[in-house]
């Protein structure tokens, strides 16, 4: 069974930088992708990056770009979002997800994860101004 967990949520103050982490367990093909989405009290989930693990492309939404960082350790099945200059704005639950589909740009900022089929909990993220 193909099994995702989030970790590295926590409270940090506006300016501040926090690593999430999503361990990746049980695909039995090499294409697919990961993708970290979240969603604050209120809003619609928001897309925020998504990396393929084949050959590290990556996109982000135009909100954390510049900022925030997605990476992949293939040899760990594990990716990392490293997010730098957190704003208020910022705080929302984060989620992983992965699936057998491409990353790209529209998976970030249109599906927004919809459609993807495999999901961890979510890490609290909560940034103080």
């Known amino acids: 069974d193909v099994q995702l967990q989030a970790f590295g949520g926590g409270l940090v103050q506006a300016g501040g930088s926090l690593r999430l982490s999503c361990a990746v367990s049980g695909f039995t093909a090499d294409d697919y992708a990961i993708g970290w989405f979240r969603q604050a009290p209120g809003k619609e989930r928001e897309g925020v990056s998504c990396i393929s693990n084949t050959d590290g492309t990556s996109n982000y939404a135009d909100s954390v770009k510049g900022r925030f960082t997605i990476s992949i350790d293939n040899a760990n099945h594990t990716v990392y979002l490293q997010m730098n200059s957190l704003k208020p704005e910022d705080t929302a639950v984060y989620y992983c997800?992965?699936?057998?589909?491409?990353?790209?740009?529209?998976?970030?900022?249109?599906?927004?994860?919809?459609?993807?089929?495999?999901w961890g909990k979510g890490t609290q993220v909560t940034v103080s101004s």
């Open positions: 997800a992965a699936d057998y589909v491409r990353c790209t740009q529209v998976l970030v900022t249109i599906m927004r994860g919809h459609g993807m089929d495999y």
